[in-house]
């Protein structure tokens, strides 16, 4: 069983910066995809980032690309999400996911991925 645990949120001020991080467990780390969803209330999940297992594939959604890095440390099985330049429309539930398999299609599709974080809450005031 993969566990997943964000922290990292908080309130922020526009134009300010956060950093996310999602500690996991589990040896299989290193060969997992990770994402990064958000959630505001009313609205679908969203995706935000991902990241394949070597590091050396990244990904980003329209809303946040230019403000939004992510990045993985297979040596303390976390992934970061360092997100600055933040907008009110960027106040969700942030949630980290790992997907166990390797083939990087649909990476951005909740459903394909197989163990989630319970989330940590980013409020962004204008």
């Known amino acids: 069983q993969v566990q997943l645990v964000e922290s990292g949120g908080g309130l922020v001020q526009a134009g300010g910066s956060l950093r996310l991080s999602c500690a996991t467990s589990g040896r299989a780390f290193r060969t997992y995809i990770m994402g990064w969803f958000r959630q505001a209330p009313g609205k679908e999940r969203e995706f935000v980032a991902a990241?394949?297992?070597?590091?050396?594939?990244?990904y980003y959604g329209d809303p946040v690309k230019g403000r939004i890095t992510i990045s993985r440390d297979t040596a303390k099985n976390t992934v970061y999400l360092e997100m600055n330049n933040l907008r009110p429309e960027d106040t969700a539930v942030y949630y980290c996911?790992?997907?166990?398999?390797?083939?990087?299609?649909?990476?951005?599709?909740?459903?394909?991925?197989?163990?989630w974080g319970p989330g940590t809450q980013v409020t962004v005031s204008s």
């Open positions: 990241i394949s297992g070597s590091g050396m594939a990244t």
């Open positions: 996911a790992a997907r166990v398999s390797t083939i990087l299609v649909l990476i951005t599709t909740p459903e394909k991925y197989d163990y």
